[in-house]
């Protein structure tokens, strides 16, 4: 497991003669921009005057760095900033033949990912060196996309019991855990330590280190203008009611004539998800499924169902409907459910 990709990398080089590694670099990652000495010829998205002093910027600007440099060049660039690895972006020191990527800096913030997807690029070899990943296979602090740590506290604890050989159990009570079982890690039939992939709200003081999967699809319909703050109790009581986690829910959906509802917008925003939204002939398709069909939705959309007609579109032919359709005086919500 690599890990997502951090978006915005810089890829700093130190003159023209890293210029065509760079630019390969840069069209690999998300966003990235190549970095070169305004003093060089070259085709630069962004130039510096000063190595050093420019590292040090975009360090302290939280850019993710891919330096096609020596390793002590980016070390002594950001060492006075060094504090807290928590918040610190990655850094990379790529050798400027691409043979080796070392991650400096932020190792569990992208920088192994980084690494890793730049040396299966090149060809050459990812110097990895945490213990989590070299043990275990795996980097439990850096699930894939979309995926929520319930507890991130929960993740030291459960790597220590890991690397010192201790037993810790399995338990998937929801889809999604393949890149868990293909780590190299003896998961253990049953202990007193599990890390556990689930859709279901956690209760406070658990012990476990439990992964929310993104495999809920909120369905909302709402008349025009419904504010946001209605929309979201109703989302939460809907949620509550089926006992599952906020955290487990990949997108708010709808039917595409509430395009431009900004209570729809603002409750995905709130839960750093996207908001999508399925032609009336889509929601229409889903009509077999509908725990009930709604004349007045019908009238007003084209389907006989927004809020389960949407999540079910969402989650496809394998989901099913978890929390079937609830009403507030403004908007309706359903819960679907993707996977078995």
Known sequence: MTGPLPAGAAIVVLGPSGAVLGRRVRDLLPSARLHGPRAEPGEWDEAYDRILPHLAALFAAGRPI????????????????????????????????????????????????????????????AAITTAG???????????????????????????????AGRPVALVEEAPGGEWLRAAAIPWADAAELAVVVSD????????????????????????????????????????EEGGFAAAAVA???????????????A?????????????????????PRLSLRSPAAFRATGC????????????????????PRRQSRHATCAADRAGG
Request: glycine share 12%; proline share 7%.
């Open 267 to 287: 409750f995905a925003d709130s839960l750093g998800v996207p908001a999508r939204f399925f032609p009336a002939a889509r929601l229409l398709a889903e009509t």
């Open 251 to 265: 997108s708010i959906v709808s039917v595409e004539l509430k395009l431009a509802e900004p209570g729809i917008h």
């Open 200 to 239: 279901r709200a956690v209760a406070a003081g658990s012990a476990a280190l439990v992964y929310h999967p993104p495999v809920l699809a909120l369905g909302i319909g709402c008349e025009r203008g419904c504010p946001a703050e209605e929309i979201a109790g109703l989302a939460r009581d809907c949620l």
């Open 304 to 323: 006989w169902g927004v809020a389960e007609g949407a999540a079910l579109a969402a989650v496809g032919t394998d989901g099913w409907l978890a929390v």
């Open 66 to 125: 891919v330096g096609l440099c020596a390793s002590g060049i980016l070390i002594r660039a950001i060492a006075a900033q060094l504090d807290d690895k928590r918040t610190e972006p990655p850094v990379v020191a790529l050798a400027e033949d691409g043979s080796v990527a070392v991650p400096l800096v932020g190792g569990h913030r992208g920088a192994n990912a980084l690494a890793r997807a730049v040396a299966r690029e090149l060809g050459g070899v």
């Open 133 to 163: 990943d070299l043990r275990l296979g795996c980097a439990l602090d850096e699930p894939p996309p979309g995926w929520r740590i319930a507890d991130p506290q929960r993740v030291k604890p459960v790597a220590a019991a890991l690397i």
